[in-house]
């Protein structure tokens, strides 16, 4: 079964960090552009961060811009984003999606269930 697994979410405090791991089981993530994406209470889902396939690029949301890292262990079929500095706007469910020989997020093909980060004093 194809299928995408996100974890690390959690409650952290406002200045907190949290790093998300999106565990792919099934197939080989190093064939996929990776996304995260988030959805917060009465908005639309909306994309955070991607790297490509191939790991050379990798692209962010103005919000979260030198806040929020993304990266992958092609090894461990895993990809992490690395959340610093979060704000209590993050709150949100994130979820992770990969596209097939994707250089960009605009295309996915799997999707995972999400993992829930709330952000609050």
């Known amino acids: 079964q194809l299928q995408l697994v996100e974890s690390g979410g959690g409650l952290v405090q406002p200045g907190g960090s949290l790093r998300l791991s999106c565990a792919a089981s099934g197939f080989t993530l190093r064939f996929y552009a990776i996304g995260w994406f988030r959805q917060a209470p009465g908005k639309e889902r909306e994309g955070v961060s991607c790297?490509?396939?191939?790991?050379?690029?990798?692209n962010y949301a103005d919000s979260v811009k030198g806040r929020f890292g993304i990266s992958r262990d092609n090894a461990k079929n895993t990809v992490y984003l690395q959340m610093n500095s979060l704000k209590p706007e993050d709150t949100a469910v994130y979820y992770c999606?990969?596209?097939?020989?994707?250089?960009?997020?605009?295309?996915?093909?799997?999707w995972g269930k999400g993992t829930l980060v709330t952000v609050s004093s």
């Open positions: 999606a990969a596209g097939y020989g994707g250089s960009n997020c605009n295309a996915m093909d799997y």
């Open positions: 790297i490509s396939a191939s790991g050379g690029r990798t």
